[in-house]
Structure formats: structure tokens, C-alpha cells
């Protein structure tokens, strides 16, 4: 049985430090995140029309996607494999060879359930990718937006992306209206995505071209905020579920604990703060049913 030292690194154990996570609680969390995927998680992974990804490019900065699955995936307790590609892994540079480090998020709106499963990209094609599992474990229905996510019949439109401003009038339009968004961090050689969610306005700009968004109570594993508190990146996928559009974006991060910050977010314990770096706007990012 592996102890919390383990499971969780440097950034995360200080964070839970400071959060006054006890003792007891990290010794029964680290019990829950596994080296296989259950057989649930398999059948649950193979359901799903998509998943969302954190990966790096070739500059080492993390970056959040969607990964669309117009046949599927396969799981096996050690293995998941895609049916599709990662949206702008070209454009992006993201690195998806063998070896590099992936994390995965399936999510279905419908229910709001939602596991997550990290690992290692063991190979990729022009069609998917396969990759050994690493860490598996679930994650509550807290802040998910129930809505209908489902991939059209047929085959699915070209993602198409192009780089703009943090202040043009498509990303303000997507990230001010945003219910829902997906967060991808690194630390200590691993990989993170995180799905953040709440009221239309959850993720707010501000007039220095940052974007801040509350930290709600929840797992208290803190994998993004541990992994902030190493790397001081992450990237966001915000997705619109209306025009199938998504703004992309990677940069700087950091948790500020003020409580005067968090006061300004109904309910929240601290304030993540990201200076963008680099921002796409994908048009059929996630390809929508009628």
C-alpha cells in the first residue's frame, strides 16, 4: 500500500499542508488512486464521445485539448487507446511520442460523472493514441453543468485554429460566457487535466490581460494547485457547447491564498490567477450533434 509521499509530490503535500488537509485524510486519499483502471472505468472511458487531454509541447509548456472519439476508445486495466488525435497537436507542437507524459479526463455531462487516469503515450498514429496507465481514480459530480454532449453522425469536421490576442472580441465572448473549462498543469515529470465549472462567469478576465477564476472545496488531492506551486504554468481549454468553438491557452499561473481575493467568488477558498502566454481560437473544436 503506498503512503501519501508515494502518491503525492513535493507542490501537492505543501499545498495540502497549508489547506489543513489532516494527516488521516492524505493516508485514505492516497489509497484511492490506483496503478490500474477497475473494469467501471473501462466500460466508462469506452462510452464517452471524447476525452479532454493535458499535454506539453516541445517547449515543455502544458496545454488542455479535446480529443474526440468519432469510433470510440479501448481499455484494458493497463492500457487506453483513442480512435482520435488531440485538437491542434500539430499547431501546437504538442509532444506525443512515445514516452511523454498525458493526462486524461472523461466526463459524462449527462450524469456529471467523471474519472480521471494518468500515464505515459506508449504510441501514436494518425488515428489515435495508446497509453499506459499510470494513475487512476474518480473525482465527484461537484460543478459539473449537466448539458447534452454528443459527436455528430458521420465524419467530424476539421478543427480549425487560429492564434489571436487574449483581448479579441471571439475569446472574450467564450471565456466571459464559459460555464465550464479544463485546466492541464505538470510537476515532477507527471501530467494533470482538471475540469473547473460553475455559473456563466466563473472564469473572469481582467484589465491587465490575466484571467483569474475561484478555487472551490473539493478532492483536497490538489493535483493542479500542487502542480502550480512547482511549475507556476498551466493552459485552459474553454469550451463554448453552443458554436462547438474553443479558445486554447498556455502561460504563467499562480494560487493567490488572500482571503479578500477569494471573497470576491461566492464560496471560494483562494484565487488562481493565469497571465496567458500564447491563445488560439479553434473553430469545431468540439464537434456538436444537432
Known amino acids: 500500500m503506498k503512503k501519501p509521499d508515494q502518491v503525492f509530490h513535493d507542490g501537492e503535500r505543501a499545498v495540502q499542508e497549508r489547506a489543513g488537509v489532516p494527516a488521516e485524510w492524505r493516508e485514505r486519499a492516497a489509497r484511492v488512486i490506483r496503478e490500474a483502471m477497475p473494469t467501471q472505468h473501462q466500460v466508462f472511458f469506452e462510452s464517452l464521445p471524447a ?3 493535458g499535454l506539453r509541447d516541445r517547449q515543455g509548456r502544458p496545454w488542455a485539448t479535446v480529443c474526440p472519439l468519432p469510433a470510440g476508445a479501448r481499455a ?29 479526463l472523461g466526463l459524462e455531462f449527462a450524469t456529471r460523472r467523471r474519472n480521471r ?23 465527484c459530480p461537484k460543478y459539473i453543468q449537466t448539458r447534452d454532449f454528443r459527436l455528430p453522425a458521420g465524419p467530424l469536421p476539421p478543427a480549425v485554429g487560429t492564434r489571436v490576442a487574449i483581448g ?4 472574450r465572448r467564450i471565456i466571459s460566457g464559459a460555464d465550464t473549462f479544463f485546466i492541464a498543469t505538470y510537476a515532477n515529470g507527471g501530467a494533470d487535466v482538471s475540469h473547473r465549472g460553475g455559473e456563466p462567469g466563473v472564469l473572469r478576465p481582467n484589465a491587465d490581460g490575466s484571467l483569474s477564476f475561484p478555487d472551490f472545496t473539493g478532492n483536497r488531492f490538489f493535483n493542479t494547485l500542487g502542480n502550480i506551486e512547482v511549475s507556476r504554468r498551466a493552459g485552459l481549454f474553454i469550451p463554448d457547447f453552443t458554436s462547438g468553438e474553443a479558445i486554447l491557452l498556455t502561460g504563467s499561473a499562480k494560487t493567490d491564498w488572500s482571503p479578500v481575493r ?10 488562481v490567477d493565469i497571465h496567458p502566454e500564447e491563445v488560439w481560437r479553434v473553430r469545431q473544436a468540439i464537434p456538436l450533434a444537432a
Open 51 to 53: 476525452l479532454f487531454l
Open 76 to 104: 484494458t486495466p493497463t492500457e487506453l487507446s483513442t480512435s482520435g488525435r488531440p485538437v491542434l497537436a500539430e499547431p501546437l507542437g504538442l509532444d506525443t511520442g512515445a514516452g511523454a507524459k498525458v493526462a486524461v
Open 117 to 139: 487516469m494518468n500515464g505515459s503515450i506508449i504510441a501514436t498514429g494518425k488515428d489515435g493514441l495508446a497509453i499506459a496507465v499510470e494513475q487512476s481514480f474518480g473525482n
Open 168 to 171: 479579441d472580441a471571439a475569446a
Open 262 to 271: 477569494a471573497a470576491e467568488f461566492e464560496g471560494a477558498e483562494r484565487v
